[in-house]
Every structure is written in C-alpha cells, then in structure tokens.
C-alpha cells in the first residue's frame, strides 16, 4: 500500500467482529483523510495460505490496530500463543506503528492466556502504550483520532524532510558555485590578468553568489 493511501490492518478476535467492521467503514467515510483498512472478512479468496497472505498484508501496513478483550483466540500453528498474539509481535518486530486498545471491563470472563497476553501488552518496559475504552463508540472514536493524529504527525515529518533536504541541496549548488569562481580567479592569477582586472571578476562572483542564495532563499519559502 502506498504511503499516499496508508494501509490499517486491524488485528482482534471474533470477540470484536462487529466493531472491526464498523471501524473500517469508519476509516473509510472519513472526507479529509485516506486510509485503507484491512479487515479479514472483506478480503477475496485467494491462493496463499492465511499466514502468508496475513504477513504479507501487515508488511503493507502502515498502522496496526490492535484490539484486545476478553478471548485469546485461535492458535497459532505450532506456537503456544494466539494468532492476534503473533500478529502483534510481527508488528513490533518490524517497528509498525501500533496502536493498541484494551476493553475495560471485559464483556466476559476473561480466558487466563488472554490476562497474561494483555498484562505483557502493558508491561511497562517491553510493551506498548495501550489505551483503554468500555463501549464500542468510545473504540472507533479513539482509533479514528489516533490515525488521524498520526496522518497529520506524518505529514508534518515529511514536509520537515523535505525542507531540510532543500536546504543541504541549495548549500551545496552554493558551494560548488563558490568553488568554480574561486578556481576561475586563481587561474586568472596564475595567468598574470591584472589586479584590478581580478577585483572586478572577484565582486561579479560575489555579486552572483549573493544574488544566488537570495533566489534559493526564496524559492523554499
């Protein structure tokens, strides 16, 4: 997924089926923002197993959504954790931007290698920044503002890029100028052209120069 369009996988159980769905129309219908979520149900039938197609779609994301209850969910072949449970360690093993919500107090009882997954989730050194919600609304509105913050956080980062490397690209125009016209008057020196003649040339070079930065100035404004 391009960066133009940033791709949200949404990472859950069953348990939050209905607000997967919700939350992805949400995202969708949103007018001043593009994104892409990715749900499993919306997905066509296809030729790579679940787990390939599964890697492969949260390598194209940008954002991963992880929501956590009270169900553990489906195991994860030849692993003793859940498959939302590789889901959120891949993630972190590939620096995505995670984003992490936990219900409380949960719907049910809460299966005990859920309790352990959500309490490593929140470990205060090697987990993640949860935030915490009740009700299904409370959900959407939180994940929406929190992509949303992220977009403009982004933008912001790549505008910020972009000045600097115009700058180090203007510095360097300058720069490479500033040393063709100082080649040019010590060649002129070797060759005997006269002081005054120097001077003149000298004050033409620094004249451009200026004029040069001036123009560069402006232009990145």
């Not at 409380?104 to 809460?110: E, L």
């Not at 000298?202 to 930065?213: E, K, M, N, R």
């Amino acid at each position: 997924m391009s960066f133009a369009v940033p791709q949200v996988f949404i990472s859950s159980t069953s348990e939050f089926a209905d607000e997967r769905k919700a939350l992805a129309q949400a995202l969708q219908s949103l007018k001043d923002f593009d994104f892409h979520p990715f749900i499993y149900e919306q997905e066509a039938a296809g030729p790579a197993s679940p787990e390939k197609h599964c890697r492969a779609m949260l390598d194209q994301s940008e954002i991963v959504v992880l929501i956590l209850g009270a169900s553990y969910g489906s195991a994860f072949p030849d692993r003793p954790i859940s498959i939302v449970e590789w889901e959120y360690e891949y993630a972190k093993d590939q620096n995505k931007e995670l984003k992490g919500y936990v219900r409380d107090p949960p719907a049910t009882a809460v299966d005990p290698n859920q309790a352990m997954f959500v309490a490593r989730v929140r470990g205060f050194r090697g987990g993640s920044w949860m935030r915490m919600f009740s009700q299904a609304p409370e959900l959407i509105d939180n994940v929406v503002a929190d992509v949303k913050r992220w977009r403009l956080d982004s933008w912001k980062l790549l505008q910020d890029l972009s000045h600097e490397r115009r700058t180090w690209k203007d510095r360097l125009v300058l720069g490479m100028c500033a040393l063709v016209a100082t080649a040019i008057v010590a060649g002129a020196a070797l060759e005997g052209v006269p002081a005054e003649k120097l001077a003149l040339v000298g004050a033409s070079g620094v004249a451009v120069l200026l004029a040069l930065g001036w123009m560069l100035k402006a232009d990145s404004l």
